[in-house]
């Protein structure tokens, strides 16, 4: 009886497929919201270093902070109301049309509302030269005081010239992650020293 209660019970847990693992952390706007849909129904993470390298890691920080900031409801999303409070924030209010059709150009999901990465999505078009300048996501773009056009991909008049601008960004990048890590290597190595000098002053006083 035991034993047909126990293959009565793994039949059922096969019945059921896999328990659900952890899924992205809540902590940021790619793990609430940043997954898309796949053909196999699953979801991949967003990545925004990995999607959008003509921006360097200092960019992304600030779109990111940016988007948290009109992100009200801490949803993952910026929708209309929240937009229209963000452009009359940057003095560039818009109208109720105006808002829709701002979300219309970059809302691929077609969900009326603003992921960050569609909201990215806004500061590479604006990177591009692709917005009209009195188009509503121009100016927010212009008034967020995220400079896109020094390092982004401005004035590449080819397929050819963004692509191989898009090499060198990618570059860029990687170097300065490599600027990063050997920072915190030397802080380690600081640290170790400070406390092989404070290990040998202790000996000192204990003589």
């Known amino acids: 009886m035991a034993a047909a209660a126990a293959a009565e019970e793994l039949a059922g847990r096969r019945g059921r497929g896999p328990e659900p693992g952890p899924g992205p952390g809540p902590g940021s706007p790619a793990g609430r919201a940043g997954g898309?849909?796949?053909?196999?129904?699953?979801?991949?993470?967003?990545?925004?270093?990995?999607?959008?390298?003509?921006?360097s890691r200092r960019q992304l920080r600030d779109m990111e902070r940016l988007f948290r900031q009109y992100d009200a409801g801490k949803d993952g999303f910026i929708d209309l109301m929240?937009?229209?409070?963000?452009?009359?924030?940057l003095g560039a209010p818009q109208t109720h049309l105006g808002l829709k059709n701002m979300i219309k150009e970059v809302d691929e999901d077609l969900d009326s509302k603003l992921s960050f990465r569609?909201?990215?999505?806004?500061?590479?078009?604006?990177?591009?030269?692709?917005?009209?300048?009195?188009?509503?996501?121009?100016?927010?773009?212009?008034?967020?005081e995220i400079d896109v056009s020094t390092?982004?991909?401005?004035?590449?008049?080819?397929?050819?010239?963004?692509?191989?601008?898009?090499?060198?960004?990618?570059?860029?990048?990687?170097?300065?992650?490599?600027?990063?890590?050997?920072?915190?290597?030397?802080?380690?190595?600081?640290?170790?020293?400070?406390?092989?000098?404070?290990?040998?002053?202790?000996?000192?006083?204990?003589?």
């Open 36 to 55: 898309e849909g796949s053909p196999g129904g699953g979801r991949r993470v967003f990545s925004p270093a990995g999607e959008f390298r003509e921006f």
């Open 82 to 89: 929240e937009l229209k409070l963000m452009m009359e924030k």
């Open 118 to 144: 569609e909201f990215l999505l806004i500061f590479r078009k604006a990177a591009a030269g692709e917005l009209q300048e009195d188009s509503g996501l121009h100016a927010l773009a212009r008034l967020s």
């Open 151 to 207: 390092e982004g991909v401005k004035g590449a008049k080819s397929f050819f010239e963004a692509k191989v601008q898009a090499i060198h960004d990618a570059s860029r990048f990687e170097e300065e992650i490599k600027a990063e890590q050997e920072e915190k290597k030397k802080q380690a190595e600081e640290l170790k020293q400070r406390k092989a000098a404070f290990k040998e002053l202790q000996s000192t006083f204990k003589q």
